[in-house]
Antibody, heavy 118, light 110 residues
Framework: QVQLVQSGAEVKKPGASVKVSCKAS????????MHWVRQAPGQGLEWMGW????????NYAQKFQGRVTMTRDTSISTVYMDLSRLRSDDTAVYYC???????????WGQGTLVTVSS | QSALTQPASVSGSPGQSITISCTGT?????????VSWFQQHPGKAPKVMIY???KRPSGVFNRFSGSKSGNTASLTISGLQAEDEADYYC??????????FGTGTKVTVL
């Protein structure tokens, strides 16, 4: 079955970087865009950007421009989201989600909690 | 890009119908028929309920329906059931290959 499995929880200090992985299975990895969405504790969903696993092309929300980098490794069907210069308000659960068509996101990964604390 | 505006909470009794609004602008909701709706239970990942404004993925009950008028999209849940109690988020295409989510609505089944 189609499945996205993300890496485990991370604790980082302010100013550091974090890299979250999302391994896809059950479908043709290069056939679907992958999006990243985050959710701060008790807050709503926030779209961060997407990567085209076929070409490696990316597009990021303006808010994250310059701090986020999305990459992929087609040999292991995995996408990565790297967020730098972390601040306390980056504490959130980060999700990857496959795009079937535009914002028809399905499935989603299980989420990765990133905690930024000194 | 500002978040789309949703009511913080909506409630209804079992069997009733409720509607959740999602208000954007002419740059997002009003310009594209690309609004999706997601259901999220506590501690779980979101699940798509509606895409392209009014289409239901297979496996989603037809109690869920979507529509749009001007800059406002709506999700209607008919025949409300206890398992529908969750948070709901709209998401719209916002141009230039970007997307924006709504502020979220907590649905309570009384």
């Amino acid at each position: 079955q189609v499945q996205l499995v993300q890496s485990g929880a991370e604790v980082k200090k302010p100013g550091a970087s974090v890299k979250v992985s999302c391994k896809a299975s059950g479908y043709i990895f290069t056939g679907y865009y992958m999006h990243w969405v985050r959710q701060a504790p008790g807050q709503g969903l926030e779209w961060m950007g997407w990567i085209n696993p076929n070409s490696g092309g990316t597009n990021y929300a303006q808010k994250f421009q310059g701090r986020v980098t999305m990459t992929r490794d087609t040999s292991i069907s995995t996408v990565y989201m790297d967020l730098s210069r972390l601040r306390s308000d980056d504490t959130a659960v980060y999700y990857c989600a496959r795009s079937i068509i535009e914002n028809w996101f399905d499935p989603w990964g299980q989420g990765t909690l990133v905690t930024v604390s000194s | 890009q500002s978040a789309l505006t949703q009511p913080a909470s909506v409630s209804g009794s079992p069997g009733q119908s409720i509607t959740i609004s999602c208000t954007g602008t002419s740059s997002d909701v009003g310009s594209y028929n690309l609004v999706s709706w997601f259901q999220q239970h506590p501690g779980k990942a979101p699940k798509v309920m509606i895409y392209e404004g009014s289409k239901r993925p297979s496996g989603v009950f037809n109690r869920f329906s979507g529509s749009k008028s001007g800059n406002t999209a709506s999700l209607t849940i008919s025949g409300l059931q206890a398992e529908d109690e969750a948070d709901y988020y709209c998401c719209s295409y916002a141009g230039s290959s970007t997307y924006v989510f709504g502020t979220g609505t907590k649905v309570t089944v009384l």
